[in-house]
């Protein structure tokens, strides 16, 4: 018998408690990698190539040197680094392991590969220092895309990528696809095709990457202070780098101003930078600054789609088949490697419809680009689209409503395996789409929107139902075949002589409150209050080995890790208590109010602070065995394939066929995460992922010239929307306990930026349906309407109301 | 490029010498010479508006102006906020409103938004929406900041009517 106090939902989970890294924060105490300052620190800044592709034939550091200020540079050959190399475990066939040197050796791969590291005394200094190199380049061709990467006879990005193909997988083809298409076709179904193409966006953190790396010779250990969402993962590839043991590298986290996923993947940036610091017993920073966060910093969700599907004359999906290609940049990550996009849109591609037949091929090409990292959604917001596009061309053809279309096909019962081999845990897929749909109508949108069209304005209705598997345990990434698989976490809890406990946890927060959710789900576990609960993260030292965060995994693992420290501490805490009390263990149990009570004689009681007081302080009195620690640690691994969250949203945007512009009208969100711990918290991750995949949708994308040249290297190419681009949102919950978790939730980070770009350009093409224009690719730019337009030789308004 | 000058700088109503080159930023000075670490830097070409600092009651991002040229003027960071570790009225107001979540634009934001609020006590969503578009969120969706800082005017409103604002209204601009 577990003597927990019941935690799905009590006196702290389910409340919106003020958070508890607020104060600092908002007094300009938090402390970022930029705030710290050592005695004797230098400044980093890196030379980086101006080519896309090419082959380095010289790299002169001579005027370097001689700046002001400088007071070393070191190229690849100074600094005899080991290279970062991400595998899978799959043939030669479906994966070309390539390596990421720290610095770019032989050959340049993209404009903005770091070449030469300069350090300074100030950082103005080291700029001065890397404006003054000279890298002289031979041009190899740069490819710049699919075509050019395709190409007979095109460069390689990598020699030992032949094609430039890094990831090829053909997964599941079911018997049944090809006999399905032809049944649709004879049969009144019907068979559509929809090509969809998203545009490569950066995570954009608000806090750049960074780095304050020191060498302790007090502890002979190298201390990396960074802004990392996997301390460990950095620890384990910076050792491997350097060729030292673990325990002499040591990675801590301050607060961290965003991450999105960029900061989940080793950077060769910070393992150069703490080489240096080991180098000259100096301490050393590095920020990025935004012009290298840009053109620099890992960028992601560059794919196209071409997908079929199969349709009966009753509108139900008989047959999917796609082909993704996902363009990867010059370099694999570590640890997810160039697989991750791809991959993860094979499994899982059939989305929330029940799909009896599917085949796939998913690659990952390398370019001349920018390397890509996971961003919030990985590639989930990609196929979302692609399917959600399908659904809506289907419904076009078969002259269905958008929402029949889906309810006709969404999974309904639960457990769920599908055609991907994927067991879906219940959800409210159905009823997230009845709720978003009902909302809409209420409020009276339908009318709006059919009125508007009467007067020649352009409003339209968008939806996108999608689940997101949350809580990947090492289960479901060893099916990836990475060799280096994420999945479980680790807490450690301790409990001070008077009661208050430190919690550890081997997630990093980086803006989704752990210091509050995590406390909260200790406090209501053991029955203490909010205040008696510290969360740690962020030292590798003091934690044991945990994955960081990312893929929605903190509350879902992490957390799940927490309460079962919690109830083991329980357990110890009982086990005093009932020697202090001298009763039996069975006749205790937590009471939900700091203490332990009796309880066939609930007057009898033992705080727990007097619990700790004889555990440490006066262990004579301990029951015979029992160790003088107030201290558990417990591991959690999600089983099977995961969890799902699920939503539904819906949009209302007006198009402006003058100018081309979409204004969002409407935003609606009807999600479903499981127990919602911190609903404020929950709100505030649903809205802030949907203003990024609003700004995917809308407004983000970085494109490259055929030379390789990026588009965007400030803000002014950059379009990041601001409070007057981004609507008010509204977040509904339902909420489906998950059966998976110590606490019955679901993961809740990144749905918000997975539905958001589907339901925006389904709303567009709604609000365009009367001009023959459909849009498959996103962003949706002014002009990218302005041109659909002109070419289905549909008049702007201007020129319709000008007489000829 | 040696050229150094001894530059004052009042900040936070305290003077504060610095021996900078010419080409240093403010922002830079205030971070790194003065400790002064609340106000942060996201993209120094002036458009994220992490850096918003009040030059004379103004917001100002502090990247794109040279320490020297502020020499003379009264300089407000994040830090002069609240009293006594208190939040201040706009500060708590962002966590009640769950308007921050890793924190990273909030100075900025508390910044320009303490600045417009004095030039715009009466100021209604829509344009505060407007004026805090000057600014970056990567996180909120900023509808929680716009909410954090309506529910401010709104308060230091009917706080004025009472004679009980904590805020100083400022002398109307010409
Ligand atoms: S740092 Fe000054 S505006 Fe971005
Ligand atoms: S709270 Fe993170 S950037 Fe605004």
Redesign the pocket.
Known sequence: MTPRFDGRKGRWVGASVPRREDPRLLRGRGRFVDDIQLPGMLHAAFVRSTVAHGAITGIDLTATLAVDGVVAAYTAADLELGDIVALLDRPLEEFVPTAMPILAKEKVRFAGEPVALVVARDPYSAEDGVEAAVVSCEPLGAIVSEETAFAHGAPLVHEEAPGNVLVDVSMFDTSGVDAAFEAARAGGGCVVEVVTRSGRQNALPLETRGVVASWDDHDDQLLVRMCTQVPHQVRTAMARSLRVPERTVRVTVPDMGGGFGQKCVVGREEIAVAAVARLLHRPVKWIEDRREALTAGFLAREQRYRTRAAFDSGGRITALEADVVCDMGAYSCYPFTAGIEPLMASAEMPSVYQVPEYRVRGRAITTNKAPTAPYRGVSRPQYVLAIERVMERAARELGLDPVEIRRRNVITRFPYTGVNAITYDPGTYRESLDLAEATLRDEGWYEIRDGAAARGRHIGIGYCCFSERTGYGSGAFAQRKMTVVPGFDISEIRMDTTGSVVVTSGTMNHGQSHETTLAQIVADRLGLHLDQVKLRQGDTERIAYGWGTFASRSVTIGGSAVSRAADRLGEQLCAIAAHLLGTGQDNVRLDGDGGVVQVDDPARRASFEEIADVAYLRSHLLPKGVEPALSATASFDVPGDGTFSNATHAVVVEADPGTGQIRILRYACVEDCGVVIHPQVVDGQCRGGIAQGIAGALFEEITYAGNGDPSAASFIDYLVPTATEIPDITVAHLETPCAFTENGAKGAGEGGTIGAPAAVLNAINDALRHTGVELDTTPVHPQTVLTALDAASVPRREEASTPS | MTDRHLIVLNVNGSEHEALVEPRRTL?DVLRHDLGLTGTH???????????TVLVDGEPV????MFAVQAEAAEIRTVESLGRDGELSDLQQAFSDHHGLQCGFCTPGFLMLAEGFLAQRPDAGREEIREAISANLCRCTGYQTIVDAVSATAASRCRAREAGTCPVPEKEATP
């Not at chain 2, 991002?61 to 794109?64: D, E, G, H, I, S």
């Open positions: 922002l830097t996201g993209c120094e070409h002036g458009v994220c508006g992490a850096c991002r502090a990247c794109l």
